[in-house]
């Protein structure tokens, strides 16, 4: 095996019911009360059977389902529920990516034999781990392939023979799905189509056409899969037969840099304020583990003296690190705040860091002048070389499903 899934079917509502055991079997809908103008963020099986879905407005949601329990979405929570289950991934594996909330894919290339274990005991003993850990319904599949390792893990089992019911898993296997090697393709064949990694319009037309699970996608030839889907097309046709060249990529650690300053004297005047926030920016980016790059994200605090907190965020359309900039953007922020206390406290926090960023000058400044001497410079190089050797890209037929006939290149002639 060299790929593992662990995934957690509805995350958020699996939270819910393991806090709270009386939620269990009922319609679950989480997003907030049904009074406020928001939508539904997540929802049990029960609920979606009555109709609901993720973005449907609270009030239809109570108007489908009229028996829902409605909830919070509590991010903070859920975010810290799926980053325990990626802390505990870390002590198995050296490499994990995390997909979404409660899904995770990891490398597990000769994991196994390392610690002494056939191949299904060490998935069994991580996924009791997992379990236990955090009490959520955890199931583990792995497989030669990223996506057939994905796929055993989201998709649900009749236990007798193995085969495939089509639809999403509800709970959690008994124990873990492994997939032996050479028969991914095998394993796949009786799976639906739906859960290939592709967009929801073309899940609808394959089952339009009869085409119900990945068997019969790969026994259709190649060609006729790609005329008819395009490249996504091509993408299925792939994934059934059992070709993946897909890698999991590991999570890049996010840099977060923080700096927070007592003011010399309690004060509610913007000036001070503005004066501690450049210090605090100043501080902040000469630190070794942020220079030479630039960051999207900076969050402002202020501790008042009743032990209120005031936050505010800038988030930046390019990203930068000059602190003058980062400054104009808050000072606006600052100067408006009306304080129900004087602050006694300052600080900031860096995030959403990346490398430099800058501008593609033009090559050519605008006039007709520039103009002329780009098109005498191509001329001169079509006649030294005796064929056209600039060319642009033109629409042909951007109605073909095949991606070659919607372009095609012409020579640039001015």
Partial sequence: MEAACLFVADFAVAIARRDTPALHGRPVVIGGSPEEHAQVTACSVEAAAAGVTVGTTLRRALTLCPGAVFLPLQESAIAAESERLSGLLELYSPVIEVIALGHVHFNVHGLARMTGMADWPYLRDLQEAAAATSGLPVQLAAAETVFAAHAAAVTIFDSTDGRTQGR?????????????????????????????????LVHVRLRLFGLEHLGQVADLPFSAIQAQFGREGARAWELANGRDDAVITPRREAIRVNEEVDLPAPTARSEPLVVGTRALLQRALSRPAIRGQVLRRLDWRLGLENGEQISRRAVFREPTSDPARMLLVLTGKIERLQLPAPAVALGITLSGLCSEYGHQADLWPNGPRRQRELLDAIAQLNAREGAPQVYRIVEVQPWSRIPERQLALVAFDG
Avoid at 170 to 177: M, R
Avoid at 181 to 191: H, K, M, P, V, Y
């Fill in 168 to 200: 999403r898993r509800t709970g959690p296997a008994e124990n873990p799905v492994l997939v032996s090697s050479g028969e991914t393709r095998t394993f796949l064949a009786g799976l639906p189509v739906e859960v290939l990694p592709v967009s929801p």
